[in-house]
């Protein structure tokens, strides 16, 4: 070994293995959706020197040093391209349901798994431990019994039920609702609506996911203090959020935005794909809705204006269409199972990407700078495409307003190049930052392992509700109010009356001499 090479090794690989970390992560949820995000930043914590065991329905197909897998696959039916195309009351109810009752059945699954047994059994010892915040606080039993510090990862905008623990404000007034429409300026309608949704979620949370998940762990371990108390112990929650999509929002400093980690420099298109977008004379249009909603279940009505408005456009189009019937001329229709999103993203021919506003496809297109036309179905998807018009990175389209029209003048107003430009340079914001959001997430998953003595959440996670909202101040003041105004009254009264008294008095005593005189006189 030469003096350079040794220079090195005491540069990097020492400090590296002085700091590697045994990091367990727990991502019991069996959304794919989800686990392809999570899967970047497990891996990029093993490539980075630390210990990693990661107990997922999604097991590495090509294992990976220090990264060790424990599968929960094959243990649920999976969950991909099963929900419809369309927008209603009643899939926003039972999207609810399906999440909260998933939530139950992914603890039962995990605390059944023998190798997680055996993590707890024999206590194996680990710096912290990452788990997704989903529809389950089930893996904090875990942490609970292993004594680690956690951090808490998320896919998308915050659930309903992690506000409070977290303390951060969820007024229906500006704070937009993951499931509805609105944003951070809601009309008065969607106001009402979030407040009672909101309810709605954080009941049956409480009631179909977290209660059972406690009693599923009391089952196996005797001790587990109550989850949601557990859950204000999570020393760090890493939010796929950013202030230049999301807005700026409340946040503690223990919430970070780490939004865009998992977006991967775009490749080179190749074959078939390339030669389309190259020789579009003017420019491609992308469409996408994400892989849990098939486009193949769209309404043949919606189906067609969507052909129709291509038919007009001078566009050519690449859509991620699960038939495999052709449906347009080639020449003008590129359609497949499977396209490489972000690659296609990275070309500068894509001009616009008519998008179901999932997270993970809204963030690639602002990674890229390439405007949407957001149509939400489910899920975040109508509080994403609040944020995507509300940033400027694009328009809504409702579906129920989707006709041929609607979307050529759509695509037209995102295709403008003053709208264009503006989608340049928040996209040029987005990626201007001190630290990489793979470093940020990185750095306080170690943090928190550095420091899990300490404890970094607000006082305002603490507070009952009534002191959150200043009830029992406020108790006061009007008590305090009503007795200085009854006082008032009863002074007033007391005065008038004496007054009033004595008035009458003074009038039967006139009365009476004048009655006197009168008699006297006759
Ligand atoms: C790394 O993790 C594996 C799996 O959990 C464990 O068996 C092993 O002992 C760990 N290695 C170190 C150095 O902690
Ligand atoms: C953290 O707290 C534990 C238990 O109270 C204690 O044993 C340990 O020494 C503390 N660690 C640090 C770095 O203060």
Not at 453 to 472: K, Q, S
Request: proline share 5%.
């Amino acid at each position: 070994m030469n003096i350079n090479a040794l220079y090195f090794a005491v540069l990097f690989l020492i400090p590296y293995n002085v700091t590697a970390l045994n990091i367990l992560g727990i991502f019991p949820y069996h959304g794919k959706s989800h686990f392809i995000v999570f899967k970047v930043y497990l891996e990029e914590l093993a490539k980075r020197g630390h210990n990693v065991t990661v107990i997922s329905h999604f097991p590495q197909a090509t294992p990976q040093e220090r990264y060790h897998d424990i599968s929960l696959s094959g243990t649920l039916k999976s969950i991909e391209n099963n929900l419809p195309f369309r927008k209603s009351y009643i899939t926003v109810l039972q999207m609810g349901l399906e999440l909260t009752t998933s939530g139950k059945d992914n603890c039962e699954v995990l605390l059944a798994n023998k190798a997680v047994q055996n993590i707890v059994k024999e206590k194996q010892k680990f710096d912290v431990m990452v788990m997704e915040q989903f529809n389950s606080d089930c893996a904090l039993g875990i942490a609970y019994k292993l004594q680690v510090p956690v951090v808490g990862i998320s896919s998308h905008v915050l659930m309903p039920w992690h506000y409070n623990r977290l303390g951060v404000p969820s007024n229906p007034s500006f704070v937009s609702f993951h499931f509805t429409d609105g944003g951070t300026r809601p009309t008065l309608k969607q106001k009402l609506e979030r407040f009672v949704l909101d309810i709605y979620f954080k009941t049956i949370y409480y009631y179909i996911s977290q209660r059972h998940n406690q009693q599923t762990l009391a089952k196996y371990y005797d001790d587990i203090p109550p989850l949601e108390d557990l859950a204000r112990d999570i020393k760090f929650s890493l939010l796929y959020h950013n202030f230049i999509l999301t807005g700026s929002r409340l946040f503690p400093a223990n919430v970070i935005e780490v939004g865009g980690f998992h977006v991967k420099e775009a490749k080179p298109l190749t074959g078939d794909l390339l030669k389309f977008v190259e020789e579009a004379e003017h420019g491609v249009i992308y469409i996408s809705f994400g892989s849990v909603v098939k486009s193949s279940t769209m309404p043949e009505d919606k189906l067609k204006a969507i052909l129709e408005s291509m038919a007009e456009m001078p566009q050519r189009f690449i859509w991620k269409w699960e038939d495999q019937t052709l449906l347009m001329d080639k020449n003008k229709l590129y359609s497949s199972t499977w396209l490489p999103q972000v690659d296609i993203l990275g070309h500068p021919k894509i001009l616009a990407f008519l998008s179901h506003a999932g997270m993970g496809s809204t963030t690639e297109a602002l990674y890229f700078g390439v405007p949407i036309v957001a149509m939400p179905v489910s899920g975040d998807q109508p509080s994403n495409a609040a944020a995507i018009e509300e940033s400027g990175l694009g328009i809504q389209l409702q579906i129920e307003d989707l006709t041929k029209e609607n979307l050529i003048a759509a695509f037209k107003t995102v295709l403008d190049s003053k709208f264009r430009d503006k989608v340049k340079l928040l996209s040029k914001a987005w990626h201007d930052r001190p630290m990489s959001p793979m470093d940020t997430a990185i750095y306080w998953t170690e943090y928190a392992a550095r420091y899990s003595n300490l404890t970094f959440r607000t006082a305002a996670a603490d507070l009952p509700f009534y002191e959150y909202h200043n009830l029992d101040v406020i108790a006061i003041c009007v008590v305090l109010l009503l007795s200085i105004g009854y006082s008032f009254k009863l002074i007033i009264f007391k005065l008038c009356c004496s007054k009033m008294k004595k008035d009458k008095n003074v009038s039967e005593h006139v009365r009476k001499s004048k009655i006197s005189k009168r008699t006297k006189r006759e």
